[in-house]
């Protein structure tokens, strides 16, 4: 029996560990929040144990003049981070806007809190203000604790509305006994979790399902699909042996299976390492309901007007100029504007097709941005 | 301009064939592997978008001899075909805006000839 491996804190930090690959930033941003507010926490309250603390900071528990102890420092604190969160639910930007509406986190203020600051950087520079006031001889250490959470301030909304987002996103792998599990989160978090926000929230309430298909082992031995077993795919290939495929399962699930060999460990693959889940994946995120329309409508276009003017078929010489136009294989990619995606996301993230120097100089973000801007233009927005 | 055609069931979008020669698609599955070959079928291109619907859909082309012919096995299939309007003109109101979400094994190989 394989594991399956749900969404954890744990798993949600992990980071993406190829080399030059990009951090999974969908997650990194609400772990380094989370870091910051706690050493914060922590100093402020060290802070209000060992020293009578002046109230600079309007608030409506303590009279001026009185200490505020440990409770009010927190409370301040609090306060900044709510006026912090008000104002970037004020700001949010147009691309924020554009997703499917998320509940709003607003931390409880007290009854009174003063009226917002003109910007988050202020409220949270007030606060280490505060504190820094509160004596000399801790005056270094409020400085780190405000300028923490100034860092911190700037990224709080988009960190939270991030977290949300994800939040509602299940995980899951079934490894069923194959090593790679971890590789298999990488692919989620930069296919998946690392795009905008509205993309995260088109995403809202899905399962990715990634089931690893081990060595030996036939796609259709996996509980999933042993439905499939003996028939053939549109193109004549048996589903027992074919290594990677991507479905809808029900209204609300996106399930893929890999063969453990093309997870980008081994050499058993005659594709890049990584090629067969990235482009999975670039599928799943547009049939799977993770793009907008606005998207959807733009990868239409974007392909048609390529497909007019640089047409590649499987009888198109190798040396006719249109092949320079499109990812390998060629005739693939400008078969129809799915495989055309799914395999521009993965040359965005660097997993080229085969192994060959061709593949791995054209399956790159820059060759993108020279050769099919218009495709760049799709993905710059959804991966940054 | 070669015809287009969508091929639905139950109203869910199965497949899309262009009647001119060209490769036949399964989205669900992963390209060919390199240096793998994969020729052009003699009378039609396609791409099948549902799992549970390509293995039957592959044997009704099998039995066909021609793209009317295919067309006209499908729809005695009980699938529905739908000529497309081409890229870039106005969407006939039959033919939807885009293929509806896939459903998953529940209803596997309910038409599947064999």
Redesign the interface.
């Known amino acids: 029996m394989g594991t399956s491996h749900s969404q954890t804190e744990a798993d949600k930090a992990e980071v993406a560990g190829r080399p030059n690959a990009a951090p999974a930033v969908a997650t990194l941003p609400a772990m380094v929040l989370r870091t910051q507010a706690t050493a914060g926490n922590k100093a402020a309250t060290a802070l209000a144990r060992t020293l009578p603390v002046q109230r600079h900071a309007p608030g409506p528990t303590t009279a001026p003049g009185q200490p505020i102890g440990e409770a009010g420092v927190t409370q301040i604190i609090g306060q900044g981070v709510a006026a912090a969160v008000s104002l970037g639910e004020g700001h949010a930007s147009a691309e924020e806007q554009h997703g499917a509406a998320s509940p709003k986190i607003r931390p409880d203020a007290p009854s009174g809190a003063p009226p917002p600051p003109s910007s988050t950087g202020g409220v949270l520079s007030r606060i280490g203000g505060a504190l820094r006031r509160s004596g000399s001889a801790i005056a270094s250490g409020a400085r780190a604790v405000g300028g923490g959470l100034v860092r911190a301030g700037r990224n709080v909304p988009g960190a939270i509305a991030r977290a949300q987002a994800i939040a509602l996103i299940k995980i899951d792998i079934v490894d069923n006994g194959a090593p790679g599990a971890a590789r298999a989160r990488t692919y989620i978090n930069e296919i998946f979790l690392s795009s905008s926000l509205a993309n995260l929230q088109a995403m809202r309430g899905k399962t990715i399902e990634f089931n690893i298909i081990p060595l030996g082992t036939k796609l259709t031995e996996l509980a999933?699909f042993t439905?499939?077993a003996g028939?053939?795919?549109?193109?004549?290939?048996l589903?027992d042996d074919?290594?990677?495929?991507?479905?809808?399962?029900?209204?609300k699930?996106v399930?893929f299976a890999v063969g453990v060999e093309d997870l980008g460990t081994g050499s058993l693959s005659?594709?890049g390492p990584g090629f067969?889940a990235a482009?999975?994946g670039g599928?799943g995120l547009h049939?799977g309901?993770g793009l907008t329309k606005a998207q959807?409508t733009a990868i239409t276009t974007a392909y048609?007007a390529r497909?007019?003017a640089h047409d590649v078929?499987?009888?198109t010489p190798a040396t006719d100029a249109a092949q320079a136009f499109w990812l390998?294989?060629q005739?693939?990619s400008a078969?129809?504007e799915?495989?055309y995606f799914a395999?521009s996301v993965a040359a965005w993230f660097g997993y080229s097709?085969?192994?060959?120097e061709e593949?791995r100089l054209r399956y790159t973000k820059s060759w993108l941005k020279d050769n099919d801007r218009p495709m760049y233009k799709i993905l710059k927005p959804i991966y940054g | 301009m070669p015809d287009r055609y969508t091929v639905r069931c139950d109203g869910e979008v199965v497949l899309e064939i262009v009647d001119e020669p060209g490769a036949l698609v399964s989205l669900s599955a992963g390209p060919p592997p390199p240096g793998s070959t994969s020729p052009p079928h003699a009378f039609l291109s396609g791409t099948a978008y549902v799992v549970t619907e390509e293995h039957s859909l592959r044997q009704i082309l099998l039995a066909s001899s021609s793209t009317a012919d295919y067309i006209e096995r499908l729809r005695a299939k009980g699938y529905e075909v739908v000529e497309k309007p081409p890229p870039g003109a106005a969407p006939a109101p039959s033919s939807g805006p885009e293929p509806a979400p896939r459903r998953g094994l529940g209803r596997l190989f309910g038409r599947h000839s064999g």
């Open positions: 999933p439905s499939l028939t053939k795919t549109f193109d004549g290939r589903w074919v290594r990677g495929i991507w479905m809808s399962a029900g209204a699930t399930r005659d594709y067969v482009h999975e599928h049939l309901h959807k048609t497909k007019a078929t499987q009888t390998q294989p005739w693939y078969a129809n799915n495989e395999s097709y085969g192994k060959d593949s």
